[in-house]
């Protein structure tokens, strides 16, 4: 079982519309999460932290976190075309940062 | 303030030889940690440092080493190159002082691209 589970999509979404990206890890120990968006030839992007159950909001993105069921999600809304990357999902513990393989997002005009 | 930044850029080497990959944080970060990342995959955590000390290590052979210097800064040795060394390598500072009970954020930086034939 890996670390950390991510649909490698690729998810395609219109413009305007959300994106909901979806992410379930297997070490109970970990304690942050993080989202990054990494750009094609790029090196990720940090967007977002959660550290306790429920939703954090920061502009059109939105982390939530349910860590009885080992689950992590982030929601953009108003979906743009620069929002076409990889998302790419991050538990942490401390000295332990394990990455998922990501999700590609495409965000169609 | 600068970001964080690696040298080189790009690098091609062949079996068998040895790379240095250099990092410098974010002023005021002192915790660095090192990432590899092959086509299509998330980064694999390499090491770990904070205040010139080993943190953490990932599941990468003894081949693999590295080493913070004090005034924060980062090299990644690895020796006896092989093929499946080739990846995208990338720093990533974070602050990691006291009086915090949680992990913290990583900044990472462009990466280096390495190239073995």
């Known amino acids: 079982q890996k670390e950390v589970e991510q649909n490698s999509g690729p998810l395609s979404v219109p413009e305007g519309a959300i994106a909901s990206l979806n992410c379930t890890y297997s070490?109970?120990?970990?304690?942050?999460f993080f989202w990054y968006r990494q750009y094609s030839g790029k090196s990720p992007e940090l967007i977002m932290s959660?550290?306790?159950?429920g939703d954090k909001e920061d502009g059109r993105f939105t982390a939530q976190l349910n860590k009885a069921s080992q689950y992590v999600s982030l929601l953009i809304r108003d979906s743009q075309p620069s929002d076409s990357a990889t998302y790419l999902c991050?538990?942490?513990?401390?000295?332990?940062?394990?990455f998922g393989s990501g999700t590609k997002l495409n965000v169609k005009p | 303030d600068a970001g964080v930044t690696q040298s080189p850029t790009h690098l091609i080497k062949t079996r068998g030889q040895h790379v240095t990959l250099r990092c410098s944080p974010i002023?005021?970060?002192?915790?660095v940690s090192w990432y590899q990342q092959v086509l299509g995959q998330g980064p694999q955590f390499i090491f770990q440092?904070?205040?010139?000390?080993?943190?953490g290590r990932g599941n990468f052979p003894d081949r693999f080493s590295a080493r913070q210097f004090p005034n924060y800064s980062s090299e990644l040795n690895v020796n006896a190159l092989l093929l499946g060394d080739s990846a995208l390598y990338l720093c990533?500072?974070?602050?990691?002082?006291?009086?915090?009970?949680?992990?913290?954020?990583?900044?990472f930086g462009p990466g280096t691209r390495l190239t073995v034939t």
């Open positions: 440092y904070y205040e010139k000390e080993e943190r």
């Open positions: 959660i550290y306790s159950n």
């Open positions: 991050a538990p942490a513990g401390f000295n332990k940062f394990y």
């Open positions: 002023s005021g970060h002192k915790s």
């Open positions: 070490d109970r120990g970990s304690q942050s």
């Open positions: 990533a500072s974070s602050w990691g002082g006291q009086g915090r009970n949680l992990p913290y954020e990583q900044y």
